[in-house]
């Protein structure tokens, strides 16, 4: 292709007025953004924002859904063949509640040719609810939405990983740190949040090893408060 020809595309009034959309769309968001009042709706725009190009990077990821690692074979297989006497068995020496559990929901909820969909998608979410968190204003994390925009752009720009993205046995441990916040962070207005955090709190405690990080945590904070007394 010539480079006239490639001239006349690029400054064809179908191509200009598009950039122009896109530009204003980009304008109008940014000074959203920027001089917002409203930390909810900031919030909520950057989830988002981080989940559009979540799910852009790794779209293949959703186009041919697979199961990774663990996810067949031991949640979903232990699940089908020994039902809630597998909640509490331990693999490879460790409790994974949380697995077990969402295993036994899948396979009564979840027809298991969709089961691979399921999975991937519930691998986003965890990954969602991590930055939900992160942006909160009850973790006190950001002043500011300069520092709020430079952590969704860093989470939209995050490396696209195949044992990462998507992959809901590997995202377990992104609740980890979710489990951490809620120990940690103001109580929320809505007592409903406040009863699921528990529950999903004591769920993560018989989850991997974040019962021993959660001890570390509590014990800091009980010596920390006696020190300031």
Not at 30 to 58: C, D, E, H, M
Not at 67 to 74: H, P, Q, S, V
Not at 79 to 105: C, I, M, W
Request: charged share 15%.
């Amino acid at each position: 292709m010539s480079n006239k020809n490639i001239s006349t595309i690029i400054n064809s009034p179908k191509l200009i007025t598009k950039k122009l959309r896109i530009k204003k769309t980009y304008n109008n968001l940014t000074s959203f953004l920027l001089s917002s009042k409203n930390p909810k709706a900031v919030n909520l725009t950057l989830i988002i924002l981080i989940a559009f190009f979540y799910i852009l990077r790794g779209y293949q990821y959703i186009l041919h859904p697979q199961l990774f690692a663990e996810d067949g074979t031991i949640w979903i297989g232990n699940a089908y063949d020994k039902g809630l006497h597998t909640v509490f068995q331990p693999y490879n020496g460790l409790s994974h509640l949380f697995e077990r559990l969402f295993g036994l929901f899948s396979i009564h909820i979840i027809p298991l040719q969709y089961e691979p969909l399921f999975y991937t998608l519930s691998a986003l979410l965890i990954f969602l609810l991590l930055c939900r968190y992160l942006l909160s204003d009850r973790t006190r994390l950001f002043s500011n939405n300069y520092q709020k925009i430079f952590f969704g752009l860093s989470m939209c720009l995050l490396g696209n990983a195949e044992e990462f993205y998507f992959s809901f046995s590997n995202s377990v441990f992104l609740l980890g740190l979710v489990g951490l916040f809620i120990l940690v962070i103001n109580k929320s207005e809505h007592k409903f949040i406040n009863i699921l955090e528990k529950i999903l709190f004591f769920i993560l405690c018989f989850t991997i090893t974040f019962s021993w990080l959660y001890i570390l945590v509590i014990a800091f904070e009980f010596i920390w408060k006696r020190k300031r007394k």
